[in-house]
């Protein structure tokens, strides 16, 4: 069966569009999706069997998946990782939403969800109003990651039309929220005394230390 390919408007998502998708990811569906950065491909972080599908899709064993989910916002943040000291928090809310992902010690919570031993998450809120819709309608945040690798970003990861006509026999949904950016989010490790950027991608962390 081929995905449905939904057309969402970041400015003002259509609600009952939104609640379709919803519906895909708590029946266990992976969705693709626009981000502020390049497009994503995720699932509900809280349902096992697309978590594992999604790494199948990635081939990619769940035990080796870098971990990373999007949230609505910071409070929705808290209930994933442990407690952030005050110059973490005033960055993260400095950048988020933004084209960041932060590497944070991931809480007890996280493990008990996906029965992988993680001692670190990495955390995303985008500045793209479609996905951070979709995880407050959806009450969970969704598992994360390209759909290409960082180094394979070609012009189909841009184009939703394209991209529908490579993934629509493997995922549920695809949304078209119009042309994505072909330059990944810049991962911060927040783990260590000093903060260290793993990946520079479109995000600057230097304009806000």
Not at 55 to 76: R, V
Not at 79 to 93: C, G, P, S
Request: hydrophobic letters at 35%; a neutral charge.
């Amino acid at each position: 069966m081929e995905a449905i390919f939904v057309k969402l408007y970041e400015e003002n998502p259509e609600q009952r569009k939104l609640e379709e998708v919803v519906r895909v990811l708590q029946e266990g569906g992976i969705v693709i999706y626009p981000t502020d950065t390049i497009y994503g491909i995720g699932c509900d972080i809280s349902n096992r069997k697309a978590v594992d599908r999604l790494c199948w899709i990635k081939g990619i064993k769940p035990q080796k998946m870098n971990l990373s989910f999007i949230c609505y916002d910071l409070s929705h943040i808290s209930e994933y990782v442990k407690n952030l000291d005050t110059a973490t928090f005033k960055l993260l809310k400095k950048t988020l939403p933004g084209p960041f992902t932060f590497i944070l010690e991931s809480n007890t919570h996280v493990p008990k969800i996906l029965n992988v031993k993680k001692k670190t998450v990495g955390i995303r809120i985008p500045d793209n109003n479609i996905p951070r819709q979709i995880v407050k309608l959806l009450g969970n945040p969704i598992v994360t990651t390209s759909i290409k690798a960082v180094d394979d970003i070609i012009e189909y990861t841009t184009d939703p039309e394209l991209i529908y006509d490579e993934f629509k026999n493997l995922v549920d949904v695809v949304i078209d929220g119009g042309y994505g950016g072909n330059v990944p989010s810049t991962v911060v490790d927040c783990t260590k005394r000093e903060i260290e950027v793993l990946r520079q991608g479109l995000g600057d962390i230097d304009v806000y230390r």
